[in-house]
């Protein structure tokens, strides 16, 4: 079956680091792949996503690139602020499921100044 | 706001009790999840709904479990005879039926069973 495997928390970073999240998926059709954001006190909120190969999200100065290849969706950012101390979850969406989402378990990061 | 809502925002109950949450989602979108999410886990998915037909249920943790959307706009979850391990965040989502769609999650509902 679908699943995501994520890189297991928490992260701490100081203010200007450079931030990697490791993603890794399994799937049996062609998912569509998201990050996902939950500040504290807040909902999920979706931070970018890639809907094919090679594709590649970005926003608010964060990228991951959709790798077939490697079956992973790794979620970078070159310099990190305390704002976006948050939980990330990679998931997945696999129109063979109905685009039911597939969640990994969330990464907490904490950046200190 | 337009966005996806959920009420209540807590709800605490006794085991044994019945307890239902409502969601309304983004008016235009036609499909409705339902997600659980526990403490340090990513959310779990549930059941969803295509304007008012259920097309998943099988992932219902239980038959205490039921959802309904009688008019293909706002949704219901009912968890029957309360059992602490119910204790969660109970999320909704909606988006609308196109490839690699989005989904739009509202800012759950705490339940808290005693």
């Known amino acids: 079956g679908d699943s995501v495997t994520q890189m297991e928390g928490p992260v701490t970073l100081s203010e200007e680091a450079f931030l990697t999240i490791n993603c890794t998926y399994t799937a049996t059709g062609y998912p569509s792949l998201f990050w996902y954001v939950q500040y504290p006190g807040e909902g999920l909120q979706l931070l970018l996503k890639a809907t094919k190969a090679d594709d590649k999200g970005s926003n608010k100065g964060f990228e991951a690139t959709y790798r077939k290849e490697t079956t992973s969706f790794h979620l970078e950012k070159g310099s990190v602020q305390v704002s976006d101390s948050a939980v990330y979850f990679c998931?997945?969406?696999?129109?063979?499921?109905?685009?039911?989402?597939?969640f990994g378990t969330g990464t907490s990061l904490t950046v200190i100044p | 706001d337009t966005g996806v809502s959920q009420n209540p925002r807590h709800k605490i109950t006794k085991r044994g009790q019945n307890v239902t949450f409502r969601c309304d989602p983004i008016s235009e979108h036609n499909r409705l999840y339902w997600y659980r999410q526990t403490l340090g886990q990513g959310p779990e998915f549930l059941t969803y709904?295509?304007?008012?037909?259920?097309?998943?249920k099988s992932r219902l943790l239980s038959d205490r479990f039921s959802a309904e959307r009688p008019k293909g706009s706002f949704s219901t979850l009912e968890i029957q005879r309360t059992e602490q391990g119910d204790s969660a965040m109970y999320l909704c989502?909606?988006?609308?039926?196109?490839?690699?769609?989005?989904?739009?999650f509202g800012p759950g509902t705490r339940l808290l069973v005693l």
């Open positions: 989502a909606s988006s609308f039926e196109v490839l690699g769609e989005t989904q739009y």
């Open positions: 709904f295509q304007n008012e037909a259920q097309l998943e």
């Open positions: 998931a997945l969406s696999d129109r063979g499921t109905g685009n039911q989402f597939y």
